[in-house]
């Protein structure tokens, strides 16, 4: 609610989604408004042209009319005339035909006669029965002039190639005809009977016109290529020929669509901004579903008047063939459209957050665990852990399942900045995570890079946060009895003493000795030392440090530390 004061009054202004249908289609009717008022064709001259002039001019026309149907009269009585004297019925067929030419010219004379004189359309009240409605006929129509342009585009390439066939046609005929000349002028010649030598002669005179007619129609077909050939310009000359007087013709029109384009992405903007202004929680994280809606309905508008502004310009400026390429755009569009609806309505459930997808969820895409944190139509999913995050297309999503985050989950092995050990022996910091490489710095500062799949196989063990430590050293069996019990408890204060006095006080939880186990030639002590991660990096350093912590005190205490031995036992030959 929006509290505003003009001339000390106060008023209240409430902005809720009941108010959205209201303000589109105030926009709606701007744009419409515009375009009425930018078109060219629709001028204040044509709506106020005088009476007087509107009623010369029809008197004019419905003179013209009226001589053209006595002349079509007097030509009526013509045909009936030559009918009654013509002798064959070929000739009467003619006749008719003509006859019945005249007679549709002056039945739609006659109509324009009325219809000019009632200054309307008679034809409705003429039609007994109306004509049923077809779909293909009437999409055909509206097609139709562009057909017509890319006939007229493609017309010279057409007639070439029709003359080429007529040449091809004729020129395989020729020497057939040239051949039955030469065959009947053989058998003339070595004829004898008179009776024969009619019929040659009749099949002679047939096959020569048909020669001649065959090669009249090939020199013809020839020189018209030829005159097509000299005057043919290169295609690409012809191309640029005829989008020039394309957009020469059609410049004007088109700049007006270019602006209706323009003008709808501008108050579209506009309208965004002023939604996103003015609704709570329009820009929040995880929207509810009708402030999904809206936007999708504030998305739908757009394209849609995006397609019809051009289409209104092109009816208004009654330029046919863009508008009948608009219907064929939009045609082609919703064929395609129809076999990928099931796919779009994945994408709209996503978007609306009621999908297999949501927000806030968890999936898993390429192998690594993702956060939804916002789906759009392009979506941003991030791994929290890695510091990791990527632009998604919605159809992506499609086929991808999310679930609710449980508390504890892990996200990844590691963050910049931790220590890790892989199960191929390499250890190193953490120093670089991307979608494609994972890259480490040993101590010593060699640098190792791998593949993210290849670092997530190698069981990456992170020793940033806490890690253990277990060394052994083996007593001899001599202090067998001592080796349970005082030497465990004696080994134990001496590696927390000297782990205090070397400066690791704050750096160690506990340290723990343990009897392990009775090996062939020692008895075996475990050390067991839990450090926090702030020494990670000196994880080989500890482990030397413990052993020598343990043979100090091993000698210190005199315990003796055995080495294996081999005996060799020869039998000797008695």
């Known amino acids: 609610m929006k509290i505003i004061k003009i001339n000390h009054i106060t008023y209240t202004q409430t902005t809720t989604l009941a108010n959205l249908p209201l303000l589109i289609s105030k926009l709606v009717l701007f744009l419409a408004l515009f375009l009425l008022y930018f078109s060219p064709n629709i001028s204040s001259a044509k709506n106020h042209i005088p009476k007087s002039e509107l009623t010369g001019e029809t008197l004019s026309t419905l003179l013209s009319f009226v001589e053209l149907q006595d002349q079509l009269k007097r030509d009526l009585k013509t045909l009936r005339k030559d009918l009654r004297k013509a002798a064959s019925d070929s000739e009467k067929a003619d006749i008719k035909k003509q006859q019945k030419k005249v007679e549709d010219k002056l039945k739609g004379t006659t109509n324009n006669i009325e219809n000019i004189a009632a200054n309307t359309d008679l034809s409705i009240l003429r039609a007994s029965k109306p004509e049923p409605f077809n779909l293909k006929k009437e999409i055909f129509s509206l097609l139709e002039p562009a057909l017509k342009e890319m006939k007229h585009a493609t017309s010279d390439v057409r007639q070439k190639s029709e003359l080429r066939e007529q040449i091809a046609y004729y020129e395989q005929r020729e020497p057939v005809a040239k051949e039955a000349l030469e065959n009947i002028a053989l058998l003339n010649r070595a004829n004898k009977n008179p009776k024969i030598k009619k019929v040659l002669i009749k099949m002679n005179k047939s096959w020569g016109k048909q020669l001649v007619f065959i090669q009249s129609e090939l020199q013809a077909k020839r020189l018209q290529l030829a005159k097509i050939e000299e005057q043919r310009i290169s295609f690409t000359e012809q191309s640029e020929s005829y989008f020039r007087d394309f957009f020469q013709r059609r410049g004007w029109t088109l700049i007006q669509a270019l602006l209706a384009v323009i003008a709808v ?136 399942r999310s679930r609710p985050v449980e508390q504890g989950e892990p996200w990844f092995p590691c963050k910049r900045g931790d220590w890790v050990h892989l199960s191929d022996g390499i250890r190193g910091k953490v120093t670089g995570i991307s979608m494609e490489f994972i890259q480490l710095i040993q101590r010593g500062g060699a640098v190792i890079t791998y593949q993210l799949s290849d670092f997530l196989a190698l069981s990456p063990k992170n020793i940033s946060k806490s890690f253990r430590i277990k060394e052994t050293i083996g007593i001899s069996y001599t202090h067998q009895k001592q080796s349970t019990n005082e030497i465990v408890e004696t080994l134990k204060a001496a590696l927390n003493k000297r782990a205090i006095e070397e400066g690791y006080k704050d750096d160690f939880h506990n340290i723990n000795v343990e009897f392990e186990l009775a090996a062939d030639s020692s008895l075996n002590l475990v050390v067991i030392a839990d450090f926090k991660g702030s020494v990670a990096d000196i994880y080989m350093r500890l482990r030397r440090s413990i052993q020598r912590w343990c043979v100090d005190a091993c000698t210190e205490n005199g315990w003796d530390i055995p080495f294996p031995q081999l005996s060799i036992h020869a039998e000797s030959n008695k």
């Open 265 to 400: 992405l501008i108050i579209s903007r506009f309208i965004h901004k002023l939604i996103t202004r003015t609704i709570k929680g329009y820009r929040a994280q995880h929207r509810s579903v009708p402030l999904r809606v809206t936007d999708l309905l504030h998305r739908f508008i757009t394209y849609l008047f995006i397609i019809l502004g051009p289409l209104i310009v092109f009816y208004l400026e009654e330029d046919w063939v863009l508008f009948s390429l608009g219907i064929l755009l939009l045609i082609s569009i919703a064929w395609t459209l129809r076999s990928i609806i099931p796919r779009y309505w994945g994408q709209f459930e996503l978007f609306l957050n009621v999908g297999p997808v949501r927000e806030g969820e968890r999936l898993i895409l390429n192998g690594i665990p993702w956060r939804v944190k916002n789906i759009n139509m392009y979506s941003i999913l991030e791994n929290p852990v890695a510091g990791l995050s990527q632009r998604v297309d919605i159809n992506e999503l499609v086929d991808l």
